[in-house]
């Protein structure tokens, strides 16, 4: 059974970096992709970027310049930093897995597929 | 702001059906995934694709698109499915994911 297991500081003051971490159970790590999504209190979700197998990364645009996302296959886990903090930045954060699925050459999806319990990380002075 | 659009909000009688949709100009050109979320919890992948849903998933969830607007139909709504829907897609400048702002469903 596939499980992602995340855990990071919860409490953070303006200006700081956020670092999540998330652990992957029961599922290959070098056969998908892996996220970060975010949602504020009470708001939608936010994708915030992915990390493949071979460590290339993509990024929302609107958070690129503060977001770094790693990752370390011997353990099965992948990391996000988040610099510079601000209050819109209090939001839950989950880790995901996403992945691939072609209906022909051209045509198909992606997906995310398995998510992480979230943490509530709160941004205040 | 969001590049897919939901309604706000829905409501649906015990056992009928209901449609929700999410309107976007990437829709035409890529598929839809819809997630499911109850308060507290992590959103769930219902549908995505063609109308594929993940083992579990009831069969009442479906899914389907046309033009610019992609649709999840819930048949035979249950006490069980109220809850805030989001669809995503691919974006327009082709970045992997964007969401639809959520439609919560109410069963009456």
């Known amino acids: 059974q596939v499980r992602l297991q995340q855990w990071g500081a919860g409490l953070l003051k303006p200006s700081e970096t956020l670092s999540l971490t998330c652990a992957v159970y029961g599922a290959p790590f070098s056969h998908y992709f892996w996220n970060w999504v975010r949602q504020p209190p009470g708001k939608g979700l936010e994708w915030i970027g992915e990390i493949n197998f071979d460590g290339g990364t993509k990024y929302n645009p609107s958070l690129k310049s503060r977001v770094t996302m790693s990752q370390d296959k011997s353990k099965n886990q992948f990391s996000l930093r988040l610099s510079s903090v601000t209050a819109a930045d209090t939001a839950v954060y989950y880790c995901?897995?996403?992945?691939?699925?072609?209906?022909?050459?051209?045509?198909?999806?992606?997906?995310?597929?398995?998510w992480g319990q979230g943490t509530l990380v709160t941004v205040s002075s | 702001s969001s590049e897919l659009t939901q309604d706000p909000a829905v409501s649906v009688a015990l056992g009928q059906t209901v449609r929700i949709t999410c309107q976007g100009d990437?829709?035409?050109?890529?598929?839809a995934s819809w997630y499911q979320q109850k308060p507290g919890q992590a959103p769930l992948l219902l549908i995505y694709?063609?109308?594929d849903r993940p083992s579990g998933v009831p069969d009442r969830f479906s899914g389907s698109s046309s033009g610019n607007t992609a649709s999840l139909t819930i048949t035979g709504a249950q006490a069980d499915d109220e809850a805030d829907y989001y669809c995503s897609s691919r974006d327009s400048s082709g970045n992997p994911y964007v969401f639809g702002s959520g439609t919560k469903v109410t069963v009456l």
């Open positions: 995901v897995r996403s992945r691939d699925k072609y209906y022909d050459l051209l045509t198909g999806i992606k997906f995310l597929d398995f």
């Open positions: 694709g063609k109308n």
């Open positions: 990437s829709i035409r050109n890529y598929f």
